[in-house]
Structure formats: structure tokens, C-alpha cells
């Protein structure tokens, strides 16, 4: 096994792509919104991205296959601008592997001749919100105006502590490779996969991008998640039984 390898699987002519990253993170909200674009459009597998720095073990499908952990790049074509993304279950898990990693998916965007990359993430919030801003940072303070138009928001110092992993690497090592490269962050409580913060990013970058996407998939998955809190806030409501209660439990 080499330390960084690319298996490519196909190659199609793509116009104008834009890369488009969306690993595990913060509420998987960029994890969600990748995995709805592959689902809702009409997507290809391009490469798959194998290394080291994964973790050691593989996936098991419904067929019983086991696969190397990888990540995976789909050339995604939506109505508007076409999309190279990437996504899988796993970041790299130190950081010389989040670098080496990283280069690997703008190496691949370079193949395609693509300018763009947005990283894709949520932001915690640390508790529960009702309206999912999204919030941007850039590598280059031309890019903020057009991403404003689309519904981003730039505030100072936030995200606080920064962008860790490859959604903050694209955009940092991106825009030393000459990439117009910005990561949109869905605030979202950071508990709980969080698909209404999803569906707040995958609007803006459909502004962004030209395009629109049938969002019912990710409403479905809203839902559900909207019952699990309300278990969870029923849960934290009863009250727990006291000592006394407690001796009488067989």
C-alpha cells in the first residue's frame, strides 16, 4: 500500500468544473450536502482516493464486499456549472495526512482545469438554532462579494479557533495554488447530524453555481432528526427518580 495512491475510474469532459469537498465534520452538514448532490443529480465516479493516513479498516456493503477506506471524487453535471465532488466516511487522521490528502483533491481538480473549490462544513453553535446562517471564508478578499450575493455571511474572527481539517486546508493550500477556494459553514448546535443546516449550505452554493436541486431527501432527513430532539427534550424534562425511588427498582 503506498502512502498516497489515486485509482481513477473514469474520465469525462467536464465544462468550467468547480471542486466541491464534503467530508465528516461539524453536524455532517457538509457530508449531507455532498452525498445529496451525488444522489439528486447526474453523477459519475471519477477516482477514489487511497492512503495511509486513512484509518485501518474497511467498509462492509450489502453484498458483503469489504472496501479499503478511501475518498471519492464524483463528476457531478447539475444544469449549471459542473461539479467535481468529494466525499467519503473518513478524514485523515493526523496532520501530515491532512495535508498529503488535501493536495491529492486539489492535484485532482487541477486534472479538470478547474479555478473554484468550496469547501463545505458546519459551525457550533452549542445549542439548538432555528434559522441556519452561513457563514464564509476565503482565500482571497475579492471572492466575498459574489458570495455575499448568494447568502454568505462574513463575520470577524468566526469562526473562532479557525478551520481545522481539509475543508480549512482546501481553502488555505488552494489559494497558495492559485484556486479561488472559500469553505461555507452552516451554523448547526454541533450534537446532532443536522440537515436543515445542510439544506442552508446547498442553497447558497447552488446560488453560487447556477443550479438548483430537489430538496426533499434532505427535508425527510429534517424530520427525523426534528423527532429525535424531541425525544431527547422529553428526556431532559421527566423527572429522574429520586434515591429513595431508586432502592425500590428490582
Request: negative net charge.
Amino acid at each position: 500500500m503506498d502512502e498516497l495512491s489515486i485509482e481513477w475510474v473514469a474520465e469525462p469532459s467536464l465544462d468550467d468544473p468547480a471542486l466541491v469537498e464534503g467530508l465528516p465534520g461539524v453536524g455532517h452538514v457538509g457530508k449531507l450536502v455532498a452525498e445529496h448532490v451525488i444522489a439528486e443529480a447526474d453523477s459519475e465516479l471519477v477516482c477514489r482516493v487511497h492512503s495511509e493516513y486513512f484509518p485501518p479498516q474497511v467498509t462492509v456493503g450489502d453484498d458483503s464486499v469489504a472496501e479499503l477506506a478511501a475518498a471519492e471524487i464524483h463528476a457531478v453535471e447539475t444544469g449549471g456549472r459542473d461539479l467535481l465532488v468529494v466525499t467519503g466516511d473518513h478524514q485523515a487522521q493526523d496532520t501530515v495526512g491532512q495535508y498529503r490528502v488535501t493536495e491529492a483533491f486539489l492535484d485532482a481538480a487541477a486534472e479538470f482545469d478547474a479555478t473554484d473549490v468550496f469547501s463545505l462544513g458546519g459551525v457550533p453553535t452549542g445549542e439548538l438554532v432555528e434559522d441556519h446562517d452561513v457563514i464564509g471564508a476565503v482565500s482571497s478578499a475579492a471572492l466575498k462579494d459574489g458570495l455575499a450575493d448568494a447568502g454568505v455571511e462574513f463575520r470577524s474572527e468566526e469562526p473562532a479557533g479557525g478551520i481545522v481539517g481539509s475543508s480549512g486546508l482546501l481553502v488555505g493550500l488552494g489559494g497558495k495554488r492559485g484556486f479561488d477556494a472559500a469553505c461555507l459553514m452552516g451554523e448547526t448546535s454541533g450534537y446532532l447530524v443536522d440537515p436543515k443546516a445542510a439544506k442552508a449550505v446547498l442553497a447558497v452554493l447552488g446560488a453560487r453555481l447556477d443550479f438548483e436541486m430537489d430538496e426533499e431527501a434532505l427535508d425527510d432527513r429534517a424530520e427525523e432528526m426534528e423527532e429525535v430532539v424531541s425525544r431527547l427534550q422529553d428526556m431532559e424534562e421527566t423527572p429522574s427518580p429520586g434515591d429513595e425511588d431508586l432502592r425500590y427498582i428490582g
